[in-house]
Nanobody, 122 residues
Framework: QVQLVESGGGSVQAGGSLRLSCEASGVINSEYSMGWFRQAPGKVREGVASINFFGYIVYGFTVKGRFTISRDNAKNILYLQMDSLKPEDTAMYHC?????????????????WGQGTQVTVS
C-alpha cells in the first residue's frame, strides 16, 4: 500500500514562487511514475507534470517553462518547484503514483493519490 502526503502549499502573490513536496510511504520502486495534478473549483482535474523513475519528464503546456518537477528516489519524495505563478494556477494540487514506466498526465494511469495541498495566487 502506498500513501502520499503533500505539503508546501499556501498563498502567494502573482509572480511569486512555491515549492510543493510529496512524501511517499510504501513501495515506490522503478516501476512507478509520479505526477502532480491540480483541480480548481468547477474545473476538471489537470495534469501538471509527471516524472518516471529514471527522470523522464512531461509537463502540461500551461506550466511548461515555469514549473519544475523532480524526485528523490532514495527518500521517496516528489517535488514541484513553481515559479512565475499566475492567478490561474490557483487550485488544489495533488500528487499521484502509478505503476508504469512512462511519465504520463493521464489521471486514470495513477493508482494512488494524496489528499492535496491548496495553492492560492492573487
Amino acid at each position: 500500500q502506498v500513501q502520499l502526503v503533500e505539503s508546501g502549499g499556501g498563498s502567494v502573490q502573482a509572480g511569486g514562487s512555491l515549492r510543493l513536496s510529496c512524501e511517499a510511504s510504501g513501495v515506490i520502486n522503478s516501476e512507478y511514475s509520479m505526477g502532480w495534478f491540480r483541480q480548481a473549483p468547477g474545473k476538471v482535474r489537470e495534469g501538471v507534470a509527471s516524472i518516471n523513475f529514471f527522470g523522464y519528464i512531461v509537463y502540461g503546456f500551461t506550466v511548461k517553462g515555469r514549473f519544475t518537477i523532480s524526485r528523490d528516489n532514495a527518500k521517496n519524495i516528489l517535488y514541484l518547484q513553481m515559479d512565475s505563478l499566475k492567478p490561474e494556477d490557483t487550485a488544489m494540487y495533488h500528487c499521484a503514483a502509478g505503476r508504469g514506466l512512462s511519465a504520463t498526465l493521464t489521471p486514470a494511469e495513477y493508482d494512488y493519490w494524496g489528499q492535496g495541498t491548496q495553492v492560492t495566487v492573487s
